[in-house]
């Protein structure tokens, strides 16, 4: 499995985390391609090696002349710029899901509606390219999890359009929520609220990681230097575990629901599954009384417990939760896309110990296909699994 860790030192913002992916060998004139498909004109965006302290890293530059003058403040406005774009949808997905975790974050520090949130300077261009180049180049690495450090905050005061802000401002505390972080005693933001968003939205797991084999290093440099001479940079690290099962810990949330409405229960999942459960399901059961009842079950990272447990209070009647902590062996999983005669799929392909123990076509691809095509859904699963044995045993010959 190919990891990334991100070493958070020194914090991070939006140009760190570019500078430290450009670092590791990605390419800018891909990056500047992309950014074209946004319909805003050509960037001119550079980078730099430079070095802070005796150590060599990768400075992310924009210039925002050459770019359209646009109105980009609210989240409708963000997510059309997004949907007109040519960028690919699994691109398009993640910058949305970067931005809106910025808006709720904004929305809860201000009280105020989500689609009423003006994100001021955060909106500028800058940020809007910080984000969106980041999620270019985090599916360009297609990498399969993020590992992030304990998070180092300064403290202190920055003056904002709106005013001057107490450091850590309050929608990167907001976005820090559930994420482990030291305070240092340093006068200088070293988190800012877009690499926040960014972290919160790429990282599976905080404060600890995998045993790994490092492949590659990369050093992205902040637009500042600190005043205590310590290096202003996130470092990331790229790897991979081994080639076996892997195995972790996650939560199981469960609760008794007698009288709650059956038909509430769709939206109930629905809004589990957007809040980050790996998965929801319900058992019907028989409770005290012989009264007929639901099981209602979620699995979740512990980072997410918390979360969870909010969206079943309020969306449930329920009186009280259970959880535990349970452990898992997993597969080793590759996603890949394979071509048919019928077109193209995605398929998931499970390993264990190196050898292929399950073949999945992706369902939404083999549907689409098979309403296009008008022909039985099987003939496309079947085409999807012969295409890749055929693959599979060319490139094994």
Do not use: W
Request: hydrophobic share 40%; net charge positive.
């Amino acid at each position: 499995m190919k990891i990334l860790y991100l070493d958070c030192f020194s914090g991070i913002s939006g140009d760190m985390i570019i500078g430290a992916l450009l670092d590791l060998g990605l390419s800018l004139d891909f990056l500047k391609e992309e950014l074209m498909k946004l319909g805003l004109g050509k960037p001119e965006i550079q980078r730099r090696k430079i070095k802070q302290g005796d150590i060599s890293c990768t400075r992310f530059y924009l210039k925002t002349a050459p770019f359209k003058k646009i109105n980009l403040r609210t989240k409708k406005d963000i997510f059309s710029l997004l949907n007109r774009s040519g960028l690919n949808e699994p691109t398009k997905s993640l910058a949305k899901e970067i931005f809106l975790n910025l808006f709720k974050a904004e929305s809860r520090v201000h009280r105020e509606n989500i689609d009423r949130i003006s994100l001021n300077e955060l909106a500028d261009i800058d940020s809007v390219v910080d984000i969106v180049s980041t999620a270019i180049l985090f599916k360009e690495l297609r990498v399969d999890k993020v590992y992030s450090s304990r998070v180092s905050l300064g403290r202190g005061f920055v003056k904002t359009r709106e005013g001057t802000l107490p450091l850590p401002s309050p929608a990167t505390l907001e976005l820090l929520k559930d994420i482990p972080i030291s305070i240092h005693d340093i006068n200088h933001e070293l988190v800012t609220p877009t690499g926040a968003s960014i972290l919160k939205t790429l990282s599976n797991d905080f404060g600890k990681s995998p045993e790994f084999t490092i492949k590659k290093i990369g050093y992205g440099a902040a637009s500042t230097r600190r005043e205590d001479n310590i290096p202003n940079m996130l470092r990331v690290i790229l790897g991979e575990t081994e080639n076996k099962s892997l195995y972790d810990e996650v939560f199981v949330i469960e609760v008794n629901l007698d009288d709650t409405l059956p038909l509430n229960l769709e939206y109930v999942i629905e809004k589990l599954l957007k809040e980050g459960a790996l998965d929801v399901f319900i058992s019907p059961i028989i409770m005290k009384k012989s009264r007929p009842a639901n099981l209602l079950s979620v699995i979740a990272e512990e980072r997410l417990l918390e979360r969870i447990i909010n969206v079943i209070f309020d969306e449930t009647t329920t009186f009280g939760v259970r959880y535990f902590k349970v452990k898992r062996k997993k597969l080793q999983k590759e996603s890949m896309l394979v071509k048919t005669p019928l077109g193209k799929v995605s398929i998931k392909v499970g390993r264990l110990d190196g050898k292929i123990k399950i073949i999945s076509p992706e369902y939404e691809d083999c549907k689409k296909l098979a309403s296009n095509l008008n022909i039985p859904l099987r003939k496309i699963y079947e085409a999807s699994k012969d295409a890749f044995k055929r693959g599979y045993s060319l490139r094994n010959d």
